[in-house]
């Protein structure tokens, strides 16, 4: 019994990388979520100017932290498009995608948007409406370590 505490104590205790979004204004934390090495979450909101959805799939790599891993929209518009030699574009069931993309990004900063534009940042099974929580606000988007008994805090 004794083994099996130490067991579950380190595991809690050892560091493991978590996604992380803070407000840069005031330093709040936005949300976090415990993520294993390779792990995905996407960001998808509306495009202001034709209206449509736009979702961005990252991974989180212990060494380059955040990695573009593909983007996919309803159809090309202002701002919108692929840039050579960074993945391949392919269309599938109306969707539009630029897949291994596998560009690092370490970190970076997330403009949300208003309510309606709707940033909506998804981990797993959960989501959270980042328009909601930080309309207008910057916000740094990236990988912490930090022991797992954060997830029990937070």
Partial sequence: MAIAAIG???????????????????????????????????I?????????????????????????????FRMFGAGMGHWQGHGTVVEEKGWMKIKDINRPLGSFILRVGSPGVDHILTVGEERVNLSQKAPGKRVLVAMEMRSRIFSLLR
């Fill in 8 to 42: 579950v104590a380190g595991l809690l205790l050892s560091p493991g990388p978590w996604l992380v979004l803070t407000e840069l204004e005031d330093g709040g934390k936005i949300a976090a979520f415990p993520l294993a090495r390779g792990e995905q979450f996407e």
């Fill in 44 to 72: 998808c909101y509306i495009h202001s100017v034709d209206r449509k959805p736009v979702c961005e799939v990252f991974r989180l790599e212990e060494e380059a932290g955040i990695v573009l891993q593909e983007t996919y």
